[in-house]
């Protein structure tokens, strides 16, 4: 490898202009994983695979198939996947459901195992995010050293 630097005023302005560009790419890269942690955890409460038990429910009449304990809670109402929301601020994001029983179907209770579906759905999209961050930091790298 042969990296050549050729002047401070010229690197003081090749970081300049990475600081500028990394903020608008790396705000970009949030964005876009904070929407598909949120799509990811949607999709694994309305299509993931649910093999709980089976029962009536009565207001509305239908029958419910749950999810077993480790799955994501099976859509019923369709309240929880709704709720889920992505707060972006800029190079910060928090995907979240404000309703008060998500954290109880995403740790579990004493009574009840717990039903996972954000902590996943960061998961399935952690690769994602290292491959974005590794290609910024390439880019600028490119753009840095000569």
Do not use: C
């Amino acid at each position: 490898m042969k990296a050549q630097l050729t002047g401070t005023a010229e690197l003081k302005r090749a970081l300049a202009e990475f600081g500028i560009n990394a903020d608008k790419e790396l705000a970009d890269i949030v964005r876009g994983t904070a929407q598909n942690v949120r799509t990811h955890a949607i999709k694994s409460i309305q299509r993931g695979p649910k093999t709980g038990i089976t029962y009536e429910k009565i207001d509305p009449k239908r029958t419910h198939k749950a999810s077993a304990p480790g799955e994501a809670p099976a859509t019923d109402t369709g309240r929880l996947a709704s709720s889920i929301q992505a707060d972006i601020q800029g190079k910060s994001a928090t995907v979240f459901s404000n309703l008060e029983y998500a954290p109880f179907l995403e740790f579990g209770t004493r009574k009840m195992a717990a039903r996972p579906f954000m902590f996943p759905a960061l998961e399935k999209e952690r690769p994602a995010w290292n491959r974005r961050l590794d290609r910024i930091v390439d880019q600028a790298a490119k753009g840095i050293i000569k």
